[in-house]
């Protein structure tokens, strides 16, 4: 399978406008999903046996998932994030699932189904409790995005043994969704919600690997290259509105915003190296050294971070206020970016990559890129 990338550059601006026109009351992007869908964006990153655009484990799996990634952020970053979650949970599901699972997520991605990683735990964290009537899951999760469009989540959940297991469930009948959380500032569009588990019933099948597979090393850490990637494509839409709104008003001449535009294309490509180097090792991570992985891809992480901040000041400082109207493109790219870059614990990742490396080599990647 080849995949359209360029029909998918087509449809930017029109994934733009649907996000512009859906942040004031907070509308999830059906149609802007629908378009990905029929472009087979869902369903790229599948193994290739089941119907994946690229072969397993290989540079072209790193560098295609990448662009994909890369340019629904451009369009959106809310539909990046639903987008980044449903290829989080078939990366999951593909590493630690048996074949017939494996199987059974690719049929249901193939009939138009949506996945998601919820696994932020509520006010009443997540149970998986044994009854007579058997396994049920109580409990809340929070921060769930794409709520009350996912299908299928997975979702960690704590047992009686005091483990940590990983399954996936169907949202519907024993979920109560309630699909948006109110007060966020940015991401408005990316459906961010709660679902309350309500004695959902589930079966052994239901479970994904075995108790502390979500948490396990390197993949665990991994999987954020692909948050990087949808940030990236924000980073790099705020650089070219940035620039093109400058040419407009006739300042792009002038010798501060100048500095600010070189600035601004500096910072998105480093961001773009670093994405590229996380997205080579962990994608081929059997490679690589375990710490080596982790720790690349945390440092990736911060350098993303940092690269979106300074477009972010510097989009805000070249454009003053019109960055700051609701109806300017930048406002809501700005808020957006911000929402996304939130990455938990930024501090402890910088510190322990930085420790792992004091004393080797960053991994090559070029013989692999």
């Not at 029929?38 to 295609?64: Q, R």
């Not at 809310?78 to 989080?88: F, I, Q, T």
């Not at 008003?249 to 002038?254: E, M, N």
């Amino acid at each position: 399978m080849s995949f359209p990338f360029e029909a998918l550059e087509a449809c930017r601006a029109e994934l733009e406008a649907e996000a512009s026109t859906n942040d004031a009351q907070a509308i999830f992007p059906t149609h802007g999903l629908a378009r990905l869908q029929a472009l087979g964006v869902l369903s790229a990153a599948l193994p290739l046996a089941l119907g994946g655009a690229w072969p397993d484990a290989t540079p072209a799996a790193a560098t295609g998932l990448l662009r994909l990634l890369r340019l629904v952020g451009q369009g959106s970053l809310a539909l990046g994030r639903v987008v980044e979650g449903h290829v989080n949970a078939l990366r999951l599901v593909s590493r630690y699932g048996s074949p017939a699972q494996c199987a059974a997520v690719a049929a249901d991605v193939r009939g138009g189904g949506l996945l998601g990683v919820w696994v932020t735990d509520g006010a009443h964290p997540l149970q998986l409790e044994q009854t007579a009537q058997g396994l049920t899951l109580q409990g809340q999760k929070a921060f769930a995005s794409g709520a009350g469009h996912v299908t299928q989540a997975l979702v960690t959940a704590r047992t009686q043994a005091d483990t940590t297991v990983m399954l996936r469930v169907a949202v519907g009948q024993g979920c109560v969704i309630h699909p948006s959380v109110g007060g966020l500032c940015g991401m408005r569009g990316a459906g961010t919600g709660q679902c309350d588990f309500v004695g959902l019933a589930v079966t052994p099948e239901n479970l994904i690997g075995q108790d502390g597979d979500y948490l396990r090393q390197p993949e665990f850490s991994a999987g954020a290259w692909r948050a990087m990637a949808v940030a990236l494509g924000g980073i790099e839409r705020l650089t070219t509105v940035l620039r093109a709104q400058l040419a407009a008003r006739g300042r792009a001449q002038a010798p501060a915003q100048l500095a600010r535009i070189g600035r601004a294309l500096i910072a998105a490509q480093t961001a773009m190296d670093w994405t590229r180097r996380a997205a080579v090792v962990a994608t081929m991570q059997d490679r690589y050294e375990a710490g080596d992985v982790t720790a690349t891809v945390n440092l990736a992480r911060i350098a993303v971070e940092r690269a979106g901040l300074e477009v972010i000041e510097l989009a805000q400082r070249g454009l003053g206020l019109s960055a700051f109207i609701r109806t300017n493109v930048a406002e809501r790219l700005t808020r957006d970016l911000a929402t996304y870059l939130r990455q938990p614990a930024p501090d402890e990742t910088l510190c322990e990559a930085a420790a792992w490396f004091t004393q080797r080599d960053l991994p090559p990647t070029e013989a692999c890129a």
